[in-house]
C-alpha cells in the first residue's frame, strides 16, 4: 500500500525548534519531488515547501524562508521539515504530500500523510 | 502570487441533488505549451488529510466516483458532484500548481440539508 507516514510534532515555546518526519512506503520516495503543506486550527490550507527528487532544490514559502528547512534521506525513505525560531503563526497541522513523479513540482498531490499538530505556545 | 477564490463559502444539498462549487484565479493557469490547466481538486473530511479528487482540472483520479466532475479553463473552474451521497460531506478545496507559491482556496463546506 501506498502510504506517507508522519512524525513529530507536538508543543513548544516561541523560538524554539522541531523536526517532523515523513516516511514513506509502497513506493519509491526518490522518484518524486515531495512537500509540506500546513493548515492552521479551523483553516485551509498553505503550501510550505518542495524538495526535487534527488534534493538538489529547495522552495519555500517566503513567510518561513530562513526558519524552516525541508531535507530528504532517500535510502530511508524519508523526507524532513526542521523548523526553527517557531512563532504562534505556525501552530497547525503539518502535512507530507507526494508530488507527481514526472520530474515536475507542478503538479497536484496524489499522496498524503496523517498530518502532524505542531502547537506553539507560551 | 495566484489568489484562489472559492463560492460559496458553504452550500446544504439533499441527498441524490447536485452540488457545484466555484474557483477563480487571479491569473490564468493555463498552460499554453500543453493546453493544461494546472489545477486540481481536493476532499477533506474532518480529521483526515486532503484527499485529490480531480487532477488538470477534469481528470478524475484513480478511484473517484464518477459523479464527482472537474471543469473549466483558463481563471474559472467548477467542481460538480452529480447526486450528492452522504459520505461527500466534507470542505472542498481547489488548488492552483502554476506556479510557486502553490495556493489553495479558501474551501468549501458542502453539507446536507
Known sequence: EVQLVQSGGGLVQPGDSLRLSCVASGFSLSNYWMSWVRQAPGKGLEWVANIKEDGSEKKYLESVKGRFTISRDNAKNSIFLHLDSLRADDTGVYYCARLGGDGSQYRSSDVWGQGTLVTVSS | ?113
Open chain 2, 1 to 113: 502570487d495566484i489568489v484562489m477564490t472559492q463560492s460559496p463559502d458553504s452550500l446544504a444539498v439533499s441527498l441524490g441533488e447536485r452540488a457545484t462549487i466555484n474557483c477563480k484565479s487571479s491569473q490564468s493557469v493555463l498552460y499554453n505549451s500543453n493546453k493544461k490547466n494546472y489545477l486540481g481538486w481536493y476532499q477533506q473530511k474532518p480529521g483526515q488529510p486532503p484527499k485529490l479528487l480531480i487532477y488538470w482540472a477534469s481528470t478524475r483520479e484513480f478511484g473517484v466516483p464518477e459523479r464527482f466532475s472537474g471543469s473549466g479553463s483558463g481563471t474559472d473552474f467548477t467542481l460538480t458532484i452529480s447526486g450528492l451521497q452522504a459520505e461527500d460531506v466534507a470542505v472542498y478545496y481547489c488548488q492552483q500548481y502554476y506556479n510557486l507559491p502553490l495556493s489553495f482556496g479558501g474551501g468549501t463546506k458542502v453539507e446536507i440539508k
